[in-house]
């Protein structure tokens, strides 16, 4: 496949502004016809009409009613003379939707239909100028059986519908705002929707529905919630209303991604959608609040103003996701529970985005080349992103943030855009800013992969009084870039005394305050500091980057006991248990917790007046996956020892206040998923793992039984999937039989049997017991790989967030990962490149594991048949 440059871009040479569609559905055979009002654009170069399509079986193509020659050359229909004035272009074609099984385009699931178009899946449905520059204006009927498809929907508005022959009925509708193709959509089924009429503040009243299958309804209500929510917090956060009469979301089980912002009818991989409380943990119900938000502020940052080319895509994604992580923060409330959600953004950007930016697949926010866009979908694109857009906030303040994002929409409302046309209205309606006078420098942000390592080193001078800061930052070479200039890195920091009192930075008496490091090298001095302070570096973390402070233990303790930075405190403790790590895994010896840092953290769990919440993550020890990025080479079997055994000291030091935090975190009453409860549930459930590791060790069969006893008696899933881990996770006998009960529990319900499936592949590693259990679970009769969401719950668990069971001396993971990325690239090429990614880091893997790891990459890349996705994503990591 070509290799799509972005430099390349070119104005379309076509406009479609008008677009009548029309369906007669059927799982078979569905016939499209499309009528299309097209103009030339004059400010290029005359050309061939081409139009995009794949998968199609042409029946006709009329130009103003007649008959047009044309030719097929790829995946393009070629029109070589097409009229110089406007004219009316008619395609019909056929599509077989139940064969799509890589669900993308018009597909079935569960007897109903349903689409997917972005990024290029409308050329899947019909011939079309498929890109995201090309809006057009859809009127869209739709005619299937009405017994088997009673539900008919598009998005917009519902201008007619009614009966026809043969026991089928149709309906029309119309999307007053014009939008490229992959904003659109279809759904015809039979299901259900919850309805909630809203008036909102112009006014204006709205009809919200979420569409489920029959018996999901009880299912949605936390899903309405926080729609209504998402519509409260935009219009009062940046005064963004919702412009449609009618706002839908529809519920599907067979989705690749976790959802889509079609306008006006969001479709929902049903993962992100449902939740009740005995089926749904406290997670599942913050990452659909963030989801359902994140598809609805699209409807802004996305739809209204969306992008010109996908290079741009972080434009819509990484603000979008910086959106939804603001919005879960408000929502969140107290400023303890804010940092508890962004502590758990920087930890699933370091655990996701850091890896690849350092990996085969490192590329800049806005990517220069692509073969396919699909694979393009990344923690860089979003969670990167949507630092670059939080750097913006700090740069320009928030109230300058929000006059940038106005500024932003009265410039380009309705135009397709790109990263430069944000980062010129933000700085231009702060004008003289910290970012308007950097601007250029700042958008190296956009352009060049890696992540910058940030040096720090202070120097107090007693007799002048002064402390000197040096920060030197550098950006590793990445594939295709090897010389990176300095960022605009902005340093949110604060400086303590030895007993943790902050310090007045200036003559104001702040103490707080942004360095903004523009340069390789740059020094900061600060006055009337009587004795050698503490640091407290990237509060917040104010950019994505990865600080060395050289920071001693001592001065860790003084930032975790006392820094008002909650961030930073917590990051204190994490680097405490670090630096023991990566010590012992340097040295080759094995783990011993100092009793300073087991202290500290017993000082934490017994705090009196720290949130459970804070304490659970405080108390979790650095992810396997961070602890690898900290090294040149990558023992994964090495790391899991080190980590296992550090588990096994703080759970057997802590003892008595596990059991402790156990009893003081139990919760009556009803279920609520506000963050002081999860908060408390989440520290009871780290408390009973580790007290059920502790027993494993020294043969105790109480806490394991009472693990049990909760797991059988809880009244919420997330206290008994929390009891299930602590079983299955220490290895316990009780395991078993709670495996087998959980699943004759929930044996028809699809997302908790993907939690089953997802535990068993994800347990620690013990002497290969997992990764044979894995293997074995995909014989398992509930087993499948045309489900993504089952897929994914099994191989993505033991290939991507699994590398002790993955990574193995006899190489078995490696083989296993080739027949299974074979497999279901044969079904669904989208879900298959995701999971070819579990090798992006091969190269730097310890031998015996580098070598085989490569092996299995070429072997796969040695098929000639493989999609252009997964192609993509292996010869980029031999190359
Ligand atoms: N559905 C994906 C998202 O919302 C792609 N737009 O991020
Ligand atoms: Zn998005």
Do not use: E, G
């Given at each position: 496949a070509p290799l799509i440059q972005r430099l390349d871009y070119q104005q379309p040479p076509f406009w479609i502004r008008k677009v009548d569609l029309s369906f007669d559905l059927d799982p078979a055979k569905t016939l499209v016809t499309s009528k299309m009002q097209v103009e030339r654009n004059r400010a290029v170069p005359h050309g061939p009409l081409r139009l995009h399509g794949e998968e199609l079986n042409l029946l006709r193509a009329l130009i103003n009613g007649a008959g047009v020659s044309f030719r097929q050359e790829g995946h393009e229909l070629v029109i070589?003379?097409?009229?110089?004035d406007d004219f009316a272009l008619e395609i019909r074609n056929t599509i077989a939707p139940e064969k799509n099984t890589a669900l993308s385009g018009l597909y079935t699931s569960g007897g109903s239909f349903f689409t997917q178009c972005e990024a290029e899946g409308f050329r899947r449905i019909t011939y079309f100028l498929d890109r995201p520059d090309v809006m057009a204006v859809y009127t869209v009927t739709l005619r299937a059986d009405a017994a088997k498809y009673p539900v008919l929907l598009s998005n917009g508005n519902l201008t007619s519908s009614g009966t026809l022959e043969n026991g089928r009925h149709f309906a029309v509708w119309n999307d007053p705002f014009p939008k490229p193709s992959y904003l659109f959509a279809v759904v015809a089924g039979d299901l259900v929707a919850r309805e909630q009429r809203v008036r909102t503040r112009a006014g204006k009243d709205h009809l919200l529905q979420v569409y489920v299958r029959r018996g999901d309804l009880e299912k949605t209500e936390h899903a309405m919630n926080s729609l209504i929510a998402s519509i409260v917090w935009d219009e009062a956060r940046f005064g963004l209303p919702l412009d449609l009469e009618r706002f839908m979301v529809v519920g599907v089980s067979d989705f690749n991604m976790g959802a889509m912002e079609n306008k006006g009818l969001n479709i929902f991989n049903t993962s992100a959608l449902l939740a009740s409380p005995a089926t749904a943990t406290d997670a599942d119900f913050a990452r659909i609040e963030s989801i359902v938000a994140h598809e609805y502020f699209h409807n802004w940052t996305g739809n209204r103003v969306t992008c010109r080319d996908w290079f741009q895509l972080s434009l819509k994604e990484g603000l979008t996701v910086f959106r939804d992580q603001e919005f879960s923060m408000d929502m969140a409330g107290t400023s303890s529970a804010r940092a508890v959600c962004r502590i758990q953004d920087v930890r699933q950007l370091r655990a996701l985005q850091f890896p690849e930016d350092s990996g085969a697949m490192a590329h800049p926010v806005r990517p220069d080349s692509y073969s396919e866009i699909n694979n393009f979908y990344t923690a860089t694109v979003y969670e990167k992103g949507s630092e670059v857009v939080r750097m913006y906030q700090t740069l320009v303040g928030r109230k300058g943030f929000e006059a940038g994002m106005k500024l932003y929409f009265e410039r380009h409302d309705g135009q397709a855009v790109t990263c430069d046309d944000f980062a010129a209205a933000i700085a231009d309606a702060n004008p003289g800013s910290a970012l308007a006078t950097r601007l250029d420098a700042f958008k190296r942000w956009y352009a060049q992969a890696g992540t910058p390592r940030v040096k720090a080193h202070g120097e107090h001078d007693a007799a002048a009084r002064t402390y000197t800061l040096r920060l030197a930052q550098h950006t590793p070479a990445t594939p295709g870039q090897s010389d990176k200039l300095p960022q605009v890195i902005p340093v949110v920091m604060g400086l303590l005394d030895r007993h943790g009192a902050a310090l007045a930075l200036n003559a104001n008496g702040d103490t707080e305050t942004v360095l903004v490091l523009d340069q390789a090298e740059q020094t900061f001095v600060f006055e009337d500091i009587d004795s050698e302070p503490v640091p407290s570096l990237l509060r917040g973390f104010s950019a994505p980057v990865v600080l060395d402070d050289g920071l001693s233990d001592a001065a860790l303790l003084v930032l975790m006991r006392h820094d008002n930075d909650p961030f930073n405190r917590w990051e204190a403790g994490q680097r405490l248990a670090l630096n023991r790590i990566l010590h012992a895994l340097r040295a080759g010896q094995p783990l011993q917790l100092s009793p300073v840092f087991i202290d500290a953290m017993r000082g934490l769990l017994n705090h009196p007046e720290l949130d459970a919440a804070f304490k659970e993550l405080a108390l979790t020890l650095p992810g396997e996956a961070y602890i690898a990025e900290q090294l040149d080479v990558v023992d994964p079997q090495a790391i899991h020892a080190a980590v296992m055994a550090a588990q096994q000291q703080l759970a057997g030091a802590l003892r008595d206040d596990w059991a402790a935090a156990f009893e003081a975190n139990q919760i009556a009453g009803g279920y609520t998923p506000d963050p002081v409860s999860s908060g408390k549930r989440a520290l009871a459930n780290l408390a009973l793992s580790m007290l059920v590791l502790d027993a494993q060790a020294t043969g105790d069969t109480v806490w394991p039984g009472k693990a049990y006893q909760r797991f059988k008696d809880a009244s919420n899933m997330t206290d008994r999937l929390g009891a299930l881990a602590a079983l299955v996770n220490a290895g316990a006998e009780l395991a078993a039989p709670a495996l087998e009960r959980f699943h004759a529990l929930f044996k028809d319900d699809a997302l908790v049997i993907d939690k089953w499936f997802a535990l068993q592949a994800r347990a620690p590693e013990s002497e290969g017991r997992v990764f044979a259990r894995a293997k074995a679970l995909t014989?398992?009769?509930?087993?499948?790989?045309?489900n993504p969401n089952r897929a994914r719950s099994l191989l993505a668990s033991l290939c991507m967030f699994n590398p002790a069971a993955f990574h193995r001396a006899d190489a078995g993971g490696y083989v296993f990962w080739a027949e299974q990325v074979l497999a279901v690239d044969a079904i669904n090429p989208q879900l298959a490149s995701r999971i070819a990614r579990?090798?992006?880091?091969?190269?730097?893997?310890a031998e015996p594991y580098r070598s085989a790891a490569r092996e299995a990459v070429a072997r796969v890349a040695a098929k000639p048949d493989l999609s252009t996705d997964v192609r993509e994503i292996v010869e980029r990591a031999l190359a």
């Open positions: 070589d003379n097409p009229p110089d014989k398992h009769a509930d087993f499948t790989l045309k579990a090798m992006d880091r091969w190269a730097v893997l």
